[in-house]
């Protein structure tokens, strides 16, 4: 599909918005209510992905915008609840400390004037981070929830449009066949539209990624890969086979290369239906 792209990071962030794209028009298929809705959802979307590429580098770059907005948040709001956390320890000790200082015999006095002149220099930060916590620990339970209004915002995305929230699972990825297959199909039980997200790390240490879909309604069963094309499996245990046999002939799960994927995150979605139905 995307494999002759020329821009490889390009081709790399269109598989994300691929499989969107995908599961997003599983979901309207579905939603329709007719017999065969969500193969000939499918089948167009195949029809109309050459002349769209313009619409799925635009769906990424929202992608892309929204999940940086998210994982900064987070990122901040965890620095913050740390800061509070410290502080709710830091303060009675130093409460502590200057009540011996005053109050204590000499030798606890000389004890605690030891431990209070060698962590002195962290008086100035404790006194900004007190600042901090008047200032903007009443506003924590607000950023939160806006922050998992984004991460809400962002699934949805993730998913296609389809508003209830996925059930998320992650695992390591078994190197072996058997254990592979296993996980696949413990984690593949249920009807709805997957997004499987596989990822490694290179040789700087940096989390490399790469999105599959995965379909199961009805008597579809079937596998997407944005770098190779779709497949249609005949029944639940031969997608499994299919997606096991992909992740390792592509992407190195078995073994013990360097190229090899080793974690998996799944992403389940229930496919709407009609209200009437």
Known sequence: MLKSHPDPETRKGLCNAMVQGWIG???????????????TSLEAFHEHLKPSLGQLEENQAALAQMDA???DDAHELNEDMN??????????????YVKTLSQGTP?????VSAKFKDGSFKLKHLVESLQWQRSEVPHLPARMAAWEGDLATLRKMEGGGISTAPVITKDAI??????????LTQTLSQEG???VTITRRDDQG???GHAIGVLKSGDERRLMDPNSAEWKATDSTQLVSLLAQHLEELYHTSGTTDKRYTDMTVARYDLP?????
């Open 174 to 183: 078994p190197s072996d066949r058997a254990g592979l297959e296993a996980l």
């Open 83 to 96: 800061t509070k956390a410290q502080l709710d320890y830091a303060v009675p000790v130093m409460i502590q």
């Open 193 to 195: 539209a997957y997004r």
């Open 107 to 111: 030798e606890e006095r000389a004890e």
């Open 25 to 39: 028009m599983a979901a309207m298929g579905s939603l329709s209510g007719e017999a065969g809705g969500v193969a």
């Open 69 to 71: 907005q998210v994982w």
């Open 273 to 277: 239906v009609p209200e009437h139905s």
């Open 206 to 208: 940096n989390i490399e």
